[in-house]
């Protein structure tokens, strides 16, 4: 049964600073990747999806990557901003042709500090 | 294009009640997904529709149920609530295959059993 894990659970930050959340997982018969970020009391917005066969994916401030072999994915954002506070979530998803749902870990509470 | 909307938003039934929750996916998606969000568990995949068909489904008592009509719109049903139904529910709509394509997530149902 795939498990996702990520570290830190929580991590306060000042304004400004680069900053790497960590996401690991048990299987690496993945389909793909994902970085979520959750407000509170909100659904979940995409931020960057990898697929298996790619090693890293781009967006503006974010970038992640994946290590499907050693099961870890890193998502590094530059910069930070009060803006960027939420919860990250990482998730993956499984095999069953693709049909399976996303496994996700507990998330990363990100508070940057003005 | 709009994006994926739940309603309605928030839910308070007492506990042997049934409920019916609903999800309009994204115009052109075909796949709607079903999630469970708590504080202790997170989020854990329910189950997953595509054509109308129930494709996948995750480690849940057979009180949780759904369906995909023939727009793609969603339902689920939990029938004899019990408290620890208590959670946000989040419905997610992707293209054709959850594993492989990005899942775009509506806002979530919150729930509450009394």
């Known amino acids: 049964k795939q498990e996702v894990t990520q570290i830190p659970a929580a991590l306060s930050v000042p304004e400004g600073e680069n900053l790497v959340l960590n996401c690991s997982f048990t299987?690496?018969?993945?389909?793909?990747l994902q970085w979520f970020r959750q407000d509170p009391g909100k659904g979940l917005t995409s931020l960057l999806l990898i697929q298996s066969s790619q090693r890293e994916q781009t967006s503006g401030r974010l970038n992640a990557s994946l290590d499907k072999s050693s099961g870890r994915s890193t998502l590094y954002i530059a910069a930070s901003q009060p803006g960027d506070s939420a919860t990250y979530l990482c998730a993956v998803g499984g095999t069953g042709g693709g049909a399976d749902g996303l496994t996700f870990g507990k998330g990363t509470h990100l508070i940057i500090q003005p | 294009k709009a994006g994926v909307t739940q309603t309605p938003r928030y839910l308070i039934k007492t506990r042997g009640q049934q409920v019916t929750l609903s999800c309009s996916p994204i115009s052109g998606h075909r796949s709607v997904s079903w999630y469970q969000q708590t504080p202790g568990q997170g989020l854990q995949f329910l189950f997953e529709y595509f054509s109308e068909t129930q494709r996948n489904k995750g480690n849940f008592p057979g009180r949780f149920s759904g369906r995909q009509f023939s727009n793609s719109r969603s339902e689920m049903n939990v029938s004899t609530l019990e408290l620890g139904d208590s959670a946000l529910y989040l419905c997610?709509?992707?293209?054709?295959?959850?594993?492989?394509?990005?899942?775009?997530f509506g806002p979530g149902t919150r729930l509450t059993v009394l």
């Open positions: 997610a709509s992707s293209m054709v295959t959850p594993g492989t394509d990005t899942q775009y």
């Open positions: 299987d690496s018969a993945i389909y793909n």
